[in-house]
């Protein structure tokens, strides 16, 4: 049992979410019954999921989490950048647990004692980030139980992606040599810039290259010098450990952008955009 002072507390309930666990649970799973997709058929192996509030892209965020209606994993791995603090590369929490309003969310210390031993991990403290926590109430609903492995990241640039989706796949096999379930999650929001129109036109063909799995060409739509999706190593990420493990489709869940969510299209309107993004195995 993680003490209090191992435990990681949370630092956006009651503004990005509700900040009780009758509020959460009850908005996380409106949110979900309103999702009109069936599951991927075949055996997923990875999400991308938005960051923002869930006021504007927690629908979004829905779809990517139905996936997990009948679905069991052991494992997440959940990987965010780091937006309010340096942490190096890449980076994992040294508490014990999560915590949010439906409970704690235990760490899994052996597989990231595992990563570790491939890919140097920073260990960090309290840390301020969202786009982690975000994620949490909507696997806390869909699964029964499971042990999370946060990866926070600063570091950027294809081969960055690339080397922690070696490392992790590495990882994942081991795992499932001993029985063990684990899921892929990239926390991103799409583009940021002041012009709805703009983020409509850059959104889109990053979503043409996620939904025809072509990693190539993700990889120049988002390291592209104009690029501002800001989970960009998270996406490559996870795309590319998936493929290492089998997975051979994509399917784009659902894409929207802030701007829609609240009618604010107006020139020089600061918009975001939201996608959810599953990949599996056929």
């Not at 009850?26 to 991927?40: F, G, M, N, S, W």
């Not at 040294?94 to 235990?106: K, Q």
């Not at 590495?170 to 799409?190: I, K, P």
């Not at 993700?218 to 998936?242: E, F, K, Q, Y």
Request: charged share 20%.
């Amino acid at each position: 049992m993680a003490t209090p002072e191992k435990i990681r507390p949370s630092v956006i309930a009651g503004s990005w979410y509700p900040g009780t666990k009758d509020a959460l649970a009850r908005t996380v799973d409106d949110y979900l019954a309103k999702v009109d997709q069936e599951p991927v058929a075949g055996e997923l192996l990875g999400l991308v999921s938005p960051h923002a509030g869930y006021a504007y892209s927690g629908q979004t965020a829905a779809y990517a989490y139905h996936q997990l209606e009948g679905r069991t994993f052991d494992t997440v791995v959940l990987m965010g950048p780091s937006h309010r603090a340096w942490v190096g590369e890449y980076a994992t929490s040294e508490e014990d647990a999560y915590a949010t309003p439906l409970g704690l969310v235990p760490l899994d210390r052996a597989f990231l004692a595992a990563l570790d031993g491939r890919l140097p991990l920073h260990r960090v403290r309290r840390d301020a980030e969202h786009s982690i926590e975000i994620q949490l109430p909507f696997l806390q609903r869909q699964l029964d139980g499971f042990a999370l492995v946060p990866i926070l990241m600063n570091a950027d640039g294809a081969p960055a992606a690339q080397n922690l989706a070696a490392a992790l796949a590495e990882v994942v096999r081991e795992r499932a040599a001993e029985g063990r379930r684990t899921l892929l999650v990239a926390s991103s929001d799409l583009h940021h810039i002041p012009n709805y129109q703009e983020v409509v036109r850059r959104d889109r063909a990053v979503v043409d290259a996620v939904a025809a799995y072509d990693l190539e060409a993700l990889a120049r739509r988002l390291m592209d010098p104009a690029s501002t999706v800001c989970g960009r190593i998270p996406i490559l990420a996870v795309l590319h450990a998936a493929r290492q493990l089998g997975a051979d489709a994509t399917r784009v869940l659902h894409h929207t952008t802030s701007g829609d969510v609240t009618g604010q299209r107006t020139a020089g309107q600061y918009t975001v955009g939201y996608m959810a993004a599953a990949v599996y195995r056929t």
